[in-house]
């Protein structure tokens, strides 16, 4: 079983920046992705940005040029970087990562963090 810890989010004026942190309690060497998702009020939750095993990454069209998903080793650790915040960002942030398992890949998600860009 795997638990994962966010952190970082917040109250930010729109054009500020925000990093989120998700920790794993497990190497994250064994998951071959790592991600996170968004959910804003009465929208369905949507990818906001991945980072699979080859550190190759995916990001939505809306994020792309302002958010940044990172990951540290030693540490357990991923990452979002969010710069240039704006108002539609808005939302609960969740780590994600995949686990393969002998017999199917496992999913685990974290609690959740508000985001919210507002003046």
């Not at 792309?64 to 960002?89: A, C, V």
């Amino acid at each position: 079983q795997v638990q994962l810890v966010e952190s970082g989010g917040g109250l930010v004026q729109p054009g500020g920046s925000l990093r989120l942190s998700c920790a794993a309690s497990g190497s994250i060497f064994s998951f071959i992705q790592m991600g996170w998702y968004r959910q804003a009020p009465g929208k369905q939750r949507e990818l906001v940005a991945v980072i699979r095993r080859g550190d190759s990454t995916n990001y939505a069209d809306s994020v792309k040029g302002r958010f940044t998903i990172s990951r540290d080793n030693g540490k357990n650790t991923f990452y979002l970087q969010m710069n240039s915040l704006k108002p539609e960002d808005t939302a609960v942030y969740y780590c994600n990562v995949d686990q393969r398992d002998p017999l199917a890949i496992l999913s685990y998600w974290g609690q959740g963090t508000q985001v919210t860009v507002s003046s």
